[in-house]
């Protein structure tokens, strides 16, 4: 290894600090998900057809708006309120660096886990649709983490991100499941 390209690893210590918040942001985000779905009293009734649950789907996603705005207004207040007010002039993007990467991570994540919603609402039955407002309520709890441990110390987003990316990826999973399982069945049958 060159002495150039060890210089850009980061420290071993950095590493188990973040794989530990990973951990640790997996087993929270799951953890919450499954004891909320099994121990809270959510009650969603009377949605028999497609379209109920897409609407559903649709008002758990506007939960999941509010970090997105939240950012977005820290962006905003940003701009306004020190010299990045004029991004053409220049002078102050690094004061909105920080938050732009926050609020653009944010708006990805919320883009995966709006279609993941969307999706996983067609294969519920409507006993488990409650997990819809549980993974609202979980993206929101993680994406403030995220925010929060970004602005404290950027190594310290690992537990938002890997909060929310968990649940995300179990809901692609469990949907490609759903997909992909008819397609097996009638190839083996």
Known sequence: MTQKSQHRKAPKESHIW?????????????GMCLGAYHFLPIQISDIKSPADRLVLAVRCISISTIPVFALFKSVADTRFFTRAIDPVKGGGEDMVDVPNRIL??????????????????????????KILPILSCDFVIFRMLFWWGYLNAPLNRAVGMSGTASTTICVYAYCMYCILKPVFISFIG
Do not use: K, P
């Open 18 to 30: 973040v794989r530990n918040q990973i951990i640790v942001g997996i087993i929270l985000s799951i």
């Open 104 to 129: 653009r991570n944010t708006t990805e994540q919320f883009l995966l886990h709006a279609v993941g919603l969307l999706t996983l609402s067609t294969f519920l039955d409507e006993a488990s649709l």
